[in-house]
């Protein structure tokens, strides 16, 4: 049979062949099977019995991560370890076995069965995903009732393995890093389930949303998983191996002449300095940014704080020491910290006792934020002592209003009075600035740059906002044109707002992370760019080898053009 490609979602990076091994838990055979009046306070014994030793596998496992990963990543596993407890749960199982007279095994799985059906009709994809943390404690469960106390944790030690499976959960893998774990892939899974960060944060590509992949594949078959382009190549020929092998060199040899490079600022060949930043998910990027050439964080999504505390919130200690830990990697560099923007997670479900039913245009960010103080102030806090001992500075995202701004700045106002009151050192004067990300804030920076501190364009809403596109939605993906002349006009207003002020203005979307834009980018008039640790080299060289005054008036030819495609063609033709 020939060689297929499968296409998911790539969660973390690289290429890497071998041969796979099949997790079959997504299939457990639980039946429905009758208990007898007497035995049914002994079945609902062996239903807590089971919650008992998944308790201690849990505790274990979370030590073990903690081992391995830190505090942070330890807390993905304290999300399980809620449900376990929930006490919602286990009533309403023990109220199916009394009322159904059925084993504790089925009674399970239906009252499961209800909850997963309630997660999947959320709109909002993020929140979707926790219920892989409600399904991984649910099969643990089987698993322990059916007798099984090991958990299948006997893979084999002698090779690396490509684990295949229809869900793995956080437990699944971290329970894998105690093996050879070289790559894994997943029928289902998006960019922020728990397992995503903690496959990036070991550095195992993985590969997910890949929707039948256990079905297409035996243990024992060879596959090419590549984290880069989100595929899975299953029977690969000789051609298929040898093409992944050069990948995977190319690979390695670019990374590696990455590392170690000096992270002075990039400069173009008439002299023009310009800083390339990094964004980051995680505090422990900071040692892959420095070593690829960032000069400072240009940002920093603390939604990750909140996602590793779910469906706990983080306190005030929790946001101090994790961005005063983060700037003490990156000092003496700046650090720039993004305010949370989430609207969809479990937890806000539960604070908000009701469902966002648009969390893109709804009740996100600073929306949330000044609706919920109770939640934004720790971060206000945590933020404002960390600035007292690191380079910080605060960035809000989704700013439509001159008065959004205000009232952050108030509440920082407040709270430094709060920690100075109480003899806790802060910074009260932490720079901060906003993200542009909607047309609104765009085509008034002019008047939000007198309350900003600095601008960072996030263009990969931007662009989404301004062409009433939606690019995960491939019917009309062809619609999201990062170079459409209105796009390009807003961040020329963007800038030229942010200059007259007299405030640095950074780019931190995926445009500044493509090397062949940079010299349009320039020409415009950007002088930082924030991006990905990978593409920072990129971007350096592509700065390196351009000219100033020629890309600017390139940049301003191509303004005057009518559609991206005419755009592009003559930025490649030039």
């Known amino acids: 049979m020939s060689a297929e490609k499968l296409r998911g979602l790539g969660v973390s990076s690289g290429i890497v062949t071998g041969q796979v091994v099949v997790l079959q838990s997504a299939n457990l055979p639980v039946v429905p099977v009758p208990v007898p009046p007497e035995r049914i306070e002994d079945e609902i014994g062996r239903l807590e019995a089971a919650r008992s030793v998944a308790r201690t596998e849990l505790q274990d496992l979370r030590n073990r991560t903690f081992e391995v990963l830190g505090e942070t990543y330890a807390g993905i596993i304290d999300a399980q370890l809620l449900i376990l407890e929930d006490p919602g749960l286990l009533r309403k199982t023990a109220h199916r076995i009394q009322v159904g007279r059925i084993a504790a095994a089925w009674a399970l799985k239906e009252e499961v069965g209800d909850y997963l059906r309630k997660f999947e009709t959320i709109a909002d994809g993020a929140f979707r995903e926790r219920g892989g943390d409600l399904q991984d404690v649910h099969l643990r469960l089987q698993r322990i009732l059916r007798g099984d106390v090991r958990g299948g944790e006997e893979l084999p030690d ?132 420095k070593a690829y050439g960032a000069e400072g964080i240009g940002l920093y999504r603390s939604e990750f704080l909140f996602l590793s505390r779910s469906p706990e919130l983080p306190s005030e200690e929790d946001h101090y020491r994790t961005y005063v830990e983060m700037a003490a990697r990156m000092a003496p560099a700046q650090v720039t910290i993004r305010t949370l923007d989430l609207g969809g997670e479990k937890y806000f479900h539960d604070v908000l006792d009701a469902q966002e039913t648009n969390p893109v245009l709804g009740l996100r960010a600073v929306r949330f934020c000044l609706q919920r103080q109770d939640i ?199």
């Open 158 to 289: 002698d090779r690396p393995l490509l684990v295949v499976a229809h869900s793995l959960g956080p437990s699944d893998t971290v329970m894998l890093t105690r093996k050879n774990l070289a790559g894994f892939a997943t029928d289902v899974g998006g960019k922020t389930s728990h397992t995503a960060i903690l496959a990036q944060a070991l550095s195992v590509p993985a590969v997910v949303g890949l929707k039948d992949i256990t079905q297409r594949v035996r243990t024992g078959e060879e596959i090419i998983l590549d984290g880069e382009s989100g595929t899975v190549t299953i029977r690969p020929g000789a051609n298929d191996l040898l093409e992944a092998e050069r990948g995977r060199l190319t690979l390695e040899e670019r990374e590696s002449s990455w590392v170690e490079v000096e992270s002075a600022p990039a400069r173009t060949e008439d002299g023009t300095a310009v800083s390339v930043q990094a964004n980051i998910e995680f505090p422990q990027e900071v040692e892959k940014a």
């Open 376 to 574: 934004f102030r720790p971060q206000i806090r945590g933020l404002l002592r960390a600035a007292a001992e690191a380079d910080i500075r605060i960035m809000i995202p989704l700013v439509t209003t001159a008065d959004e701004i205000r009232q952050v700045k108030a509440l920082i106002f407040e709270e430094a009075g709060s920690l100075r009151a109480a003899g806790i050192p802060c910074r009260e004067d932490v720079p901060v600035g906003i993200m542009v990300e909607v047309p609104a804030a765009a085509w008034s920076a002019d008047i939000l740059a007198l309350e900003s501190d600095f601008f960072s364009i996030g263009t990969n809403d931007l662009i989404q906002y301004a062409l009433a596109v939606d690019r995960s939605n491939e019917a009309v993906d062809y619609l999201y044109q990062p170079l459409h002349p209105a796009v390009l006009r807003m961040i020329k207003f963007i800038i030229e707002s942010a200059d007259r002020a007299g405030i640095p203005v950074s780019l931190c979307g995926e445009m500044a992370g493509d090397e062949e834009m940079t010299p349009l980018l320039v020409g415009l008039g950007l002088r930082e760019l924030s991006v990905q640790p990978r593409a920072i080299q990129p971007v350096r060289r592509a700065i390196a080898g351009m000219n100033t005054r020629e890309a600017k008036a390139r940049a301003m030819k191509a303004l005057d053009l009518p559609t991206a495609l005419e755009i592009e063609e003559f930025l490649l033709a030039t």
